[in-house]
């Protein structure tokens, strides 16, 4: 009995020294090397891909962000700016409840199913609301232009892309409320819009901020 | 060119990368079991482990070996995440509670990699990147490990050895698994994933105010969270967020990383039994399986059914659109078929088919290519079963690769091929019948169901992916799925050493004109059937009452 006993503590001594040396391969040296790679490699995106505007920070490349008016006195939630392109709703997304000093985004789809009547009913107001927001004077938009990814939230809730349909569908709106020319909005979407990679990786897509980012230049200059 | 053409060629572009890449690997990995010789920093780790490389181990040992590694794994990651309150760099998050780290404990340590807490509000760096990821390189090893050990006793002969445990881990770490991760990590952080040892990153917005995100070491741990079929997400999003997975070319790179391995396995296998085409017939089972699952999602996705996606006019709910539905139907099918369960989109918002599709994938064993190590003994296992099946229609004692297929191996394998099924049917029933852990849905009727039944058969056959509308971190959940995982991974794994032990004991017998030949087409054929009867079989009405009565509403 305590013959087994010293062996199995003998043995569990083993495994814990087995593990600790393969944490200081695996859990120290790998990743210090490769942080140090990506840092003097890839400076810019291994830090977040971020995008500057007039010498600020306006975020990242790669996250999306709300494009939302200042919240007015005594609003739930606070209206889209429509001087801006907008990306896709993000009802996915989560505030933090643990580590409560950081205002932390979380991640995070809506997990709701396809027969789920609380996303029937979103899907039904969004599009009710791009179509009435979307609509001009001269243009009106019928609900079958309205694209998949206008009315629906993506798995991160962090989507930085939306379809280029959603991107043109927006460019009279845009035009009209910033007073352009409809023709120069279509221009700045097509000049942003990415195509698949190599020609069949993904889907097309425009970037949000990017565009944004184009946009409030082109205002500048005028 | 459009969306569903799109989704074809990038299958065809994977399945041409993976056929190129898994012959050299596969080929790679049978030298590095089979080596006589050590590295100087693989001498140096014996030494510290204060065990010999080079005692051949029977199976008994081997299997405390692996044991003992684990339960030093839970021990320490539980430690670990109870302590994290007060370790240095944790960014001042919070320890981990008991039932909770108990969970990811064990959830890391089986290679399940099921989170019930968000990554990013829950986890700081040491845990993460010391602890996590650790787990996330060795728990793939000690998979290849047992693999490696069954394919021996095929090919031994008489002495019943396996080869030595450590020796195989520390191989299957420092010479596969590092060196993969390493240039997998640079292409990663090349496509935009981040990788620094930052606190929490304060950031403007383009319209005013500021957004807060995690640094950390992300890419590193991607890397290896993919190549070792872990899962384990940075962030709660896993690979839908940007930061994990940045572009459509990054996606497919990560679906190939699962990927590559657990095919390139049964090249190994070949090699390691002295006849290729041996591996071949493997592979082409699990080849078959994982093109005709791909197949069918597409089709779900691309056909959208469903009130809200129809209304919507597609399935872009939980969907990126730089992977749009094509490149996610990819990634969730290869994450359910190997027992991955990292995810680009995320499964409870797919089609009630869709959702199906990644249900079976989980309920067919995780082996079409399955987890690394995990994918191959499983396969191998059913086709002891298959070459079973044949031998009692022909009325002959079956063999595979020689050795003889009696009574002992076939309760082995029987056993084994029972236990995910008894695991997830049993607390299924159980969660159904008791008043409060069916609180946790979010989604009711079907649905609902589904979201359970989906946790224990992720769980039990370590794939670590959710139906995330249920909410699994309650006491009820993340102890009976803690138990789950832990027999999911190694009661399993005890009758598959069990098994390798009895095969290396036989002395081969020579191939006859009534041997079954293992190494043509017809037994890849007859080993798909096996597969999906069985699987089929013992799941059908699991199935009937959550995805299909969804689907076919």
Redesign the interface.
């Known amino acids: 009995m305590t013959n087994s006993l010293t062996n ?1 503590a003998r ?13 200081l ?4 040296l ?2 210090l ?3 140090g ?3 003097g ?2 400076n810019h ?6 995008i500057t ?1 007039d010498g ?5 490349s ?9 919240p007015g006195k005594g609003e739930e939630t606070p209206a889209p ?1 429509l001087t ?1 392109f907008q990306g ?1 709703p993000q009802n ?1 997304l ?1 505030t ?4 409560t ?16 009547e609380e ?2 009913q ?3 107001d969004a ?1 009710a609301a791009v179509v009435k927001v979307n609509s001009t004077a001269g243009h009106t938009i019928d609900p ?1 232009e ?4 206008a ?13 280029p349909q959603y991107a043109h569908l927006q460019v009279h709106r845009i035009a009209e409320r910033n007073g352009l020319p409809v023709a120069e909005v279509q221009s700045l979407v097509d000049e942003h819009t990415e195509g ?8 097309p ?1 425009v970037n949000v ?1 990017e565009l ?2 184009a946009l409030k230049a082109l205002l500048a200059k005028r | ?1 459009g ?1 569903v ?2 989704g074809v ?2 299958l065809l ?1 994977l399945t041409g990368a993976l056929a190129l890449v898994h012959i050299p690997l596969g080929t790679y990995m049978a030298r590095v079991y089979s080596s006589q010789r050590h590295l100087r920093v693989e001498r140096w ?1 014996y030494k ?4 010999d490389p080079d005692t051949e181990m029977r199976w008994p040992a081997y299997l ?2 692996v044991l ?6 839970v ?2 990651l539980y430690a670990l995440q109870r302590l994290q309150g007060v370790l240095p760099g944790s ?4 320890s981990i509670d008991p039932d909770q780290a108990f969970n990811t404990a064990v959830s890391f340590v089986t290679n399940t990699n099921w989170q019930s807490y ?1 990554g ?3 986890m700081g760096h040491v845990v993460q ?3 996590l ?2 787990q996330n ?2 728990s793939a090893a000690v998979g290849m490990a047992v693999a490696v050990a069954l394919v021996r006793g095929f090919a031994g002969s008489r002495s019943g050895e396996l080869g030595n445990f ?1 020796a195989d ?2 191989r299957g ?2 010479r596969i ?2 060196p993969l ?2 240039v997998a ?2 292409v990663l ?10 606190g ?2 304060t ?6 105010g500021s ?5 950390g ?1 992300v ?3 991607e890397a ?1 969270k993919e190549l070792g079929t872990n899962g384990g997400g940075y ?3 896993n690979s ?4 994990e997975n ?4 990054s ?2 790179f990560e679906i190939f990383l699962i990927l590559v391995i657990p095919f390139a396995l049964t090249r190994t296998f070949g090699v390691m039994v002295g006849s290729v085409r041996q591996g071949y017939a493997i592979l082409a089972a699990m080849g078959t399986i994982w093109l005709g699952f791909v197949s069918l999602m597409m089709w779900a996705e691309f056909s ?6 129809e ?14 539905i ?3 139907s990819l990634f969730a099918v290869s994450t359910t078929l190997t027992s991955t369960g990292a ?4 499964h ?2 797919f ?2 088919l869709g ?1 199906g599709i990644t249900l079976l994938g989980m309920m067919l064993g995780e082996i079409a290519p399955g987890g690394v190590g995990s994918g191959l003994y499983g396969m191998l296992v059913m086709a002891v079963i298959a070459v079973f099946i044949a031998g009692l229609m022909v009325g002959r004692t079956p063999e595979y690769l020689g050795k003889k297929i009696g009574t002992r191996e076939i309760k082995q394998a029987a056993l084994y091929i029972l236990v995910t099924p008894a695991l997830v049917l049993v607390l299924t029933a159980a969660a159904m019948a008791l008043p409060t852990p069916g609180h946790s849905m ?2 009711s ?1 079907a ?1 609902g169901f589904s979201e359970i039944l989906y946790a224990y058969t992720s769980a039990s056959n370590n794939n670590g992916s959710a ?3 249920l909410n699994a971190d309650t006491q009820w959940f993340n102890t009976t799925l803690g138990i789950a995982m832990l027999l999911g991974r190694f009661v399993p794994m005890i009758f598959v050493l069990a098994l390798a032990g009895s095969l290396a004991r036989q002395t081969p017998v020579p191939v006859t004109a009534g041997t079954l030949r293992t190494g043509k087409p017809l037994f890849a054929g007859l080993l798909v059937g096996a597969v999906l009867i069985i699987t089929g079989l013992t799941y059908f009405p699991a199935l009937a009452l959550g995805p299909l009565a ?1 689907g076919l ?1």
């Open positions: 199995t043995l569990l001594g083993a495994g814990l020294r087995a593990l600790l040396v393969l944490t391969v695996t859990g120290v790998y990743p090397v490769i942080t790679i990506a840092q490699l890839f995106k291994a830090n977040g891909s971020d505007a600020k920070v306006v975020g990242s790669l996250i999306g962000q709300p494009y939302n008016l200042p700016d801006w896709r996915g989560g933090n409840s643990v580590n000093q950081y205002k932390l985004i979380l991640s995070g789809a809506t997990n709701r199913s396809g027969d789920n996303l029937v979103w899907v039904k599009k079958s309205v694209p998949a990814d009315v629906t939230s993506s798995g991160s809730g962090l989507d930085p892309d939306i379809s698949r990679t190599l020609g069949f990786m993904g889907e897509r901020l944004n980012t | 060119m969306p053409t799109a060629l990038q572009a780790i510290g482990i204060g065990a405390r070996g003992v590694f684990s339960l030093a794994g021990l320490l960014l001042g998050f919070a968000y990013e509000q829950a990147t010391a602890g990821a650790v390189f060795v450590w881990l520390v770490v420092v698994l590092v991760a390493f990590a640079i952080v090349a496509c935009g994933v981040i990788q620094n040892f930052s929490v990153h950031v403007g917005q383009f319209t005013g957004q807060e995100w995690n640094g070491a890419a590193s741990q290896i962030f709660n999003a839908a967020h940007p930061f940045p572009t459509p070319f996606n497919l959208h059914q469903g009130p809200a996606f209304l919507a006019n597609g399935a872009m709910e939980g969907k990126e659109v730089r992977f749009g094509g490149g996610s995810v680009d989109s995320f409870s918002s089609t009630g959702g979010t989604n009727g649905h139906f995330a509308s969804e509403a």
